[in-house]
């Protein structure tokens, strides 16, 4: 059961930032698995439980990833991550080429929403010729978002616009991927049971945004063929 974070959670993500080495992180181990691991997929599966007795038929899947960076990927970084992150999400090898619902926790922030890890440019530009043809159905869920407030659009953006679309989509149509999520800086909703509750309240509220996102997966998905 998810007791809520703590101080000493931040205090080794910051450690593990400024000493991203297997010497201080083997020393620290046991704050790792007490702190930030144990925490986290207590709080998985909290929010999974309740939000699949709410919407079974998603049939999705519990993930939380690991602190330990893929060895054949390091790139000039330490081996150990300096966040952690959640997913609710298909069961299958293209995962991220489909919506998830995440929540991710970092030194500074943690943040929840909806959205895709890498969507494929067939599935973006199935949302743009939707947007095109049918712009009310997007800035239905647009004034949605904006007028509850606390939600708003992320992604990377092309460098070159792909076309125009009305004001209200304008940020939503020239991204390369995107997700619709919450960023807010440590604070004392961290720290307690109730963020279970929280992830669970904006799931089920961003419930229609994820069913927009996967609308357009099988265009994106024939980039895998």
């Keep these: 059961m998810f007791t809520g ?14 000493n991203n080495n297997r010497e201080w992180f083997a020393a620290h181990k046991q704050d790792y698995l007490d702190y930030l691991q144990q925490p986290t997929q207590d709080l998985g599966r909290d929010v999974y439980d309740k939000f699949m007795d709410k919407y079974p038929r998603l049939d999705l899947n519990l993930h939380v990833c690991r602190i330990y960076r893929d060895a054949r990927r390091l790139y000039g970084q330490g081996p150990y991550k300096d966040h952690l992150w ?3 999400r298909p069961d299958n090898d293209i995962w991220s080429q489909q919506p998830v619902f995440w929540f991710e926790i970092t030194p ?8 895709f890890w890498n969507a ?13 043809e049918d712009p009310k159905r997007a800035e239905k869920l647009v004034r949605r978002l904006r007028k509850d407030g606390r939600f708003s659009a992320h992604g990377r953006d092309y460098a070159r ?4 679309t009305t004001r209200l989509l304008a940020d939503w149509y020239n991204k390369k991927d995107i997700s619709v999520g919450r960023y807010c800086p440590v604070d004392e909703a961290l ?3 109730a963020l279970a509750d929280t992830l669970v309240d904006g799931y089920c509220f961003l419930e229609p945004v994820y069913q927009y996102f996967k609308s357009f997966c099988k265009a994106g998905l024939e980039d895998l063929k």
């Design 108 to 115: 500074e922030e943690w943040s929840y929403g909806v959205g």
């Design 191 to 193: 720290y307690t049971p």
């Design 5 to 18: 974070y703590s101080d000493k959670t931040i205090e080794f993500m910051w450690g593990i930032r400024l």
């Design 86 to 88: 959640l997913t609710i």
């Design 161 to 164: 616009k792909k076309g125009e």
């Design 120 to 132: 494929g440019a067939q599935t973006m530009a199935a949302m743009r010729r939707d947007m095109d």
